[in-house]
């Protein structure tokens, strides 16, 4: 038979009744608890941190081969052009190779 951790009572209070019974973690036992985090963007990784500076076990899963590589974290952003300024070292050249740098070397060379 399933159980489906539903709490009982009208719909309305459900939640209310959920946080009012759910058993806390008390601060000596946190060593005893996995917490397992899925993603190492930004919020995962921050997440991760948080909860690893407070004393709990933390695992980390990201589909990437490093958790550097997840996006957000990676992520140079904005948008990059060659400037024609005077005497700042900028060309098509420097853009290309910061493009592939930024990219781990791991850019099309074509596409970029």
Not at 26 to 39: D, L, Q, S, Y
Request: hydrophobic share 40%.
């Amino acid at each position: 038979m399933l159980d489906s951790k539903v709490p009982a009572g009208p719909l309305a209070q459900k939640w209310s009744n959920h946080k009012f019974n759910l058993k806390l973690v008390n601060p000596a036992n946190k060593r005893k608890f996995t917490v397992i985090v899925v993603g190492t963007g930004l919020a995962g990784a921050s997440a991760a941190a948080s909860l690893a500076e407070l004393g709990y076990n933390v695992i980390t899963f990201c589909y990437q081969d490093s958790p550097r590589r997840a996006h957000s974290i990676a992520a140079q952003g904005g948008i990059n052009a060659a400037k024609s300024y005077q005497n700042d070292g900028d060309s098509v050249f420097r853009l290309f190779y910061d493009t592939i740098k930024g990219g781990d070397y791991r850019s099309r060379e074509a596409n970029v």
